[in-house]
């Protein structure tokens, strides 16, 4: 009788004890969020101040920059979703505003295909799927319009510009990334306008790259979209290819599209035998010869960092546990990830920081699959960095080198849009965003299959 009293109370104290350490976490995550919300509105309140209208902000300069002299509202555009996910509604309206009745795309310019796609198709679709505004799909409608003409080679694969007003195309070395990674986009602009040519010519550009892998199954990093052959046989999951593997996993999932599930089936056994790598008991995926799988270089760096995220997301989650904590081995070197390092020396190779997004990408995505305090621990960790290492008076500067901690005078649009928002969706509180029912495009924008 003792004994099961004894045993009742100490399961009651237990249970106590988890519930005030749970209170506990759910409290400092809110104050976290709250943290995340003040910073990312330093950024955008600056970018008002200074560079209202324009592209994006020059921090240290407190000016303004435009990508082709001419502005498409990038930071507007990009940082739209998150202020509404961070239900920040005055300054959504204000963006919205700006967007509906400033943004034009009849401009005579060449622009890159993939990050208008990314960055600005992304964005008004997402923006218009979480408020509804027409006009935002409209634009988007405007602008997928005028970017079909980039697809108009041999071979399917679009190039890397093409002239929004006139159509007209160059260059035609192109990569995986930016050839593979236009689906998503183009995608739900079909689904949602009922005009199939978009899907049809992204998800072509994806088939049409699949096809050319090697016979180990992989991919190289640049490729002549006019001849369909490669002109650089390296392999990595880096950036030039990165984003290509991420949509053939998103694909299957925001249109239950069974040929990117059997090409993603098909390529990442490949990327795991030939690019993984272990080195000093750590997991790291460096470079190899897409012809011969030999490994040609033992670099890793930021833009890496967001293959956790998508090995969880596809279901790994061991492994993506062990690559994030290679990742944030990374990070702690100097407290700021580098752009290239080489993971067997631990050498910064390449010593700039944008304010890339991709590890933080995958500590919200291994919180969400683990639910384990150590990712919002890390989370945090990497937080308290950026702020001390990247926080100026006017925005948040990116480094020229971060090992000296030298700024940069640049504030890209991802920092709002993808960044920010990764940071605030790790410690945001329940209901924030149902993260089974969206797809983030490869930009950080939510999209759902409304279709």
């Known amino acids: 009788m003792i004994a099961k009293t004894s045993a009742v109370v100490a399961i009651s104290l237990l249970l106590t004890f988890s519930a005030c350490n749970k209170s506990r976490d759910g409290a400092h995550a809110r104050e976290v969020a709250e943290r995340v919300k003040t910073e990312l509105l330093h950024a955008w309140n600056n970018y008002k101040r200074y560079a209202w209208g324009h592209d994006a902000l020059k921090p240290l300069s407190k000016g303004a920059h435009d990508w082709y002299g001419q502005s498409l509202l990038m930071t507007p555009v990009d940082a739209l979703d998150t202020l509404i996910l961070m239900k920040l509604d005055a300054e959504a309206d204000k963006a919205r505003a700006l967007i509906t009745t400033e943004l034009s795309f009849d401009h005579d310019i060449y622009v890159k295909n993939f990050e208008i796609t990314i960055r600005l198709l992304g964005g008004l679709l997402s923006g218009y799927q979480l408020t509804g505004d027409k006009r935002l799909l409209t634009l988007a409608e405007d602008l997928g319009n005028r970017l079909l003409p980039a697809f108009n080679s041999p071979t399917g694969l679009p190039y890397v510009y093409v002239n929004l007003r006139t159509g007209q195309v160059r260059d035609p070395v192109s990569n995986p990334a930016e050839t593979g990674t236009l689906l998503l986009e183009f995608g739900a602009m079909s689904k949602l306008t009922g005009n199939p040519v978009f899907y049809d010519k992204a998800k072509r550009a994806l088939v049409e790259t699949y096809r050319r892998r090697s016979p180990l199954g992989l991919v190289g990093s640049s490729i002549n979209v006019e001849t369909g052959a490669w002109t650089d046989n390296d392999s990595h999951i880096s950036g030039g290819i990165d984003s290509y593997y991420e949509y053939l996993w998103k694909c299957w999932l925001l249109f239950g599209d069974k040929e990117c599930l059997e090409m993603w089936n098909t390529s990442i056994p490949a990327v795991h035998k030939y690019l993984a790598d272990e080195s000093t008991g750590a997991l790291w995926y460096g470079h190899a010869d897409m012809l011969t799988g030999q490994r040609s270089d033992t670099t890793y760096g930021a833009l890496d960092a967001f293959f956790p995220a998508l090995l969880a997301l596809a279901g790994d989650v061991p492994r993506a546990r062990r690559l994030q904590a290679s990742s944030f081995k990374m990070w702690n070197l100097h407290e700021i990830e580098p752009e290239v390092l080489d993971y067997q020396t631990m050498q910064v190779k390449a010593a700039t920081y944008h304010l890339r997004p991709e590890i933080v990408e995958s500590t919200y995505y291994l919180h969400y699959y683990t639910k384990e305090r150590e ?71 939510p999209l759902r299959r409304t279709w």
């Not at 480094?399 to 901690?405: C, F, G, P, R």
């Open 375 to 445: 990712y919002r621990q890390m989370g945090e960790k990497i937080f308290n960095d950026f702020v001390k290492h990247c926080r100026v008076e006017s925005g948040y500067a990116a480094l020229k080198n971060m090992v000296t901690k030298e700024k940069q005078d640049e504030m890209e649009s991802f920092a709002l849009a993808e960044t920010f928002k990764y940071f605030y969706l790790l410690f945001a509180p329940a209901g924030t965003l149902d993260f089974d029912k969206v797809v983030f495009n490869t930009e950080a924008h």
